[in-house]
């Protein structure tokens, strides 16, 4: 099985910024791409952020020119770096990785951290 662990979530004014963390531990083996989403109260889940294994990354327009993804394959962790937070990021903050096994991916999804951006 995989873990996936999220941390650096918190409050923030508007402007601020947050990394936030995810620490993936497990079988870890044949992890492909890691995703960053986020759900607002009321409204459905959406794709932020994605970091193939090859360090290719997309962004959702909302994020573009303000958030970063990065992993670190040494540490197995993926990273979101937000910055230019605005009131209509706060939502909760999931990663996600894809795990290629005999063909087929496997999703693997964390619990979950809480951004707050007051205006």
């Given at each position: 099985?995989?873990?996936?662990?999220?941390?650096?979530?918190?409050?923030?004014?508007?402007?601020?910024?947050?990394?936030?963390?995810?620490?993936?531990?497990?079988?870890?083996?044949?992890?492909?791409?890691m995703y960053?989403?986020?759900?607002?109260?009321?409204?459905?889940?959406?794709?932020?952020?994605?970091?193939?294994?090859?360090?290719?990354?997309?962004?959702?327009?909302?994020?573009?020119?303000?958030?970063?993804?990065?992993?670190?394959?040494?540490?197995?962790?993926?990273?979101?770096?937000?910055?230019n937070l605005k009131p209509?990021?706060?939502?909760?903050?999931?990663?996600?990785?894809?795990?290629?096994?005999?063909?087929?991916?496997?999703?693997?999804?964390?619990?979950?951290?809480?951004?707050?951006?007051?205006?």
């Amino acid at each position: 099985q995989v873990q996936l662990v999220e941390s650096g979530g918190g409050l923030v004014q508007a402007g601020g910024s947050l990394r936030l963390s995810c620490a993936v531990s497990g079988i870890i083996s044949r992890i492909t791409a890691m995703y960053w989403h986020r759900q607002a109260p009321g409204k459905q889940r959406e794709l932020v952020a994605t970091i193939t294994s090859s360090g290719s990354t997309d962004y959702a327009a909302s994020a573009k020119g303000r958030f970063t993804i990065s992993r670190d394959n040494v540490q197995n962790t993926v990273y979101l770096q937000m910055n230019n937070l605005k009131p209509e990021d706060t939502a909760v903050y999931y990663c996600h990785v894809d795990r290629l096994l005999y063909g087929v991916i496997h999703n693997y999804w964390g619990q979950g951290t809480q951004v707050t951006v007051s205006s």
